[in-house]
């Protein structure tokens, strides 16, 4: 099993910062990729941004140029900088972990409350 814990989230005004992490603990090694999902109200669960154990990233294209996710595999954490923040971004942001390896296998954090107003 993996545990997932975010921090970070919050309220802040349009045009503002904010970074969440997710610190990941348990069956580490069987991680390949971990993610930043979110959910608006009455909206599906779309992905934010990726990255795989060898630091490949992938980010929606609503997200490029203003987010960025990185990778910190001593402390096994994941970051997610979010910058140029719009109201459009104000979601339940979810922590994901992915493992391939035997089959395709997700975890997810708790998630984190992000709120952007205008």
Do not use: H
């Not at 979110?38 to 934010?48: E, I, N």
């Not at 997610?80 to 719009?86: A, R």
């Amino acid at each position: 099993q993996v545990q997932l814990v975010e921090s970070g989230g919050g309220l802040v005004q349009a045009g503002g910062s904010l970074r969440l992490s997710c610190a990941a603990s348990g069956f580490i090694s069987q991680i390949y990729s971990m993610a930043w999902y979110r959910q608006a109200p009455g909206k599906q669960r779309d992905l934010v941004a990726s990255i795989t154990s060898g630091g490949s990233t992938n980010y929606a294209d609503s997200v490029k140029d203003r987010f960025t996710i990185t990778r910190n595999n001593a402390r096994n954490t994941v970051y997610l900088q979010m910058n140029s923040l719009k109201p459009e971004d104000t979601a339940v942001y979810y922590c994901n972990a992915r493992r391939i390896s035997g089959g395709v296998y997700d975890w997810w954090g708790q998630g984190t409350q992000v709120t952007v107003s205008s």
